[in-house]
């Protein structure tokens, strides 16, 4: 029995060592994967950033170039409908395109019966598009009356023809994400668009929530168009 015993002692402790050192090692593991996630988290969600910033930025290129179009003389109506079917043919996320005069007054639309922001809202949209410079401006994200969220965008036109105003692109945002947020984002995060008060507003994810919160702990935030946006776990 005292043979037996001491020759037991060993065995006991190897494997009490070699328990600890399984231990260790899953948690070295589990960090590294968290490290790895985080890492990926932090890459991706400035891929996601840039990518949505250059396609509002290609957008604020176009629309800047329409307005400037729509205060010339020689340029007809029917030239600058045809340019704004084929801004929104390039950038389907853009829902319509319509010109306002000075005092906010629909002076043409594409597609006609377009929705747009009302009262104080449009007054206030006018007063920032017209204050200098051709760059467009952001109104505050809104919802339709179908139940859209959408963010309105809006550049000067020149008052040289005798036309002035601002001409508007609205922009449907769970249509930004969908086209702009690739496949492989939406099957590993959770992607958000929020407004001001940090309500989604726009989401794409494939992934079940209960799978994303075990591999991800926290979310990151960026920001683009006067929006905030969040990527990580649901």
């Not at 065995?11 to 589990?30: K, P, V």
């Not at 290129?61 to 340019?83: F, H, K, M, Q, T």
């Not at 005092?103 to 639309?109: C, I, M, N, T, V």
């Not at 168009?225 to 990580?232: Q, T, W, Y």
Request: glycine fraction near 10%; charge should be neutral.
């Amino acid at each position: 029995d005292l043979h037996r015993r001491r020759h037991s002692f060993p065995t006991r402790r190897s494997s009490d060592l070699l328990a600890g050192m399984i231990a260790a090692l899953l948690t070295y593991l589990d960090r590294n994967e968290q490290e790895r996630a985080r890492a990926s988290l932090l890459t991706d969600a400035l891929w996601v950033e840039q990518t949505l910033r250059f396609q509002l930025s290609t957008d604020e290129d176009a629309l800047a170039r329409l307005g400037l179009d729509s205060g010339r003389r020689d340029v007809e109506r029917e030239s600058l409908i045809a340019n704004a079917r084929h801004m929104m043919n390039s950038s389907p996320e853009i829902t319509s395109i319509a010109w306002l005069d000075g005092e906010g007054k629909l002076r043409d639309a594409l597609p006609q019966g377009v929705d747009l922001p009302e009262g104080g809202d449009r007054l206030l949209l006018i007063r920032r598009a017209t204050s200098g410079s051709i760059r467009p401006v952001y109104a505050a994200p809104r919802r339709q009356e179908g139940g859209r969220h959408v963010v309105d965008m809006a550049a000067p036109v020149a008052a040289g023809g005798g036309r002035g105003g601002i001409v508007i692109a609205t922009i449907a945002l769970d249509a930004l994400l969908i086209r702009h947020a690739p496949w492989w984002i939406a099957e590993n995060y959770d992607v958000r668009l929020l407004d001001q008060e940090g309500t989604a507003i726009a989401t794409k994810t494939k992934r079940d929530a209960t799978a994303l919160e075990e591999r991800f702990s926290s979310r990151l935030e960026f920001g683009t168009a006067g929006l905030r946006g969040e990527l990580g776990a649901g």
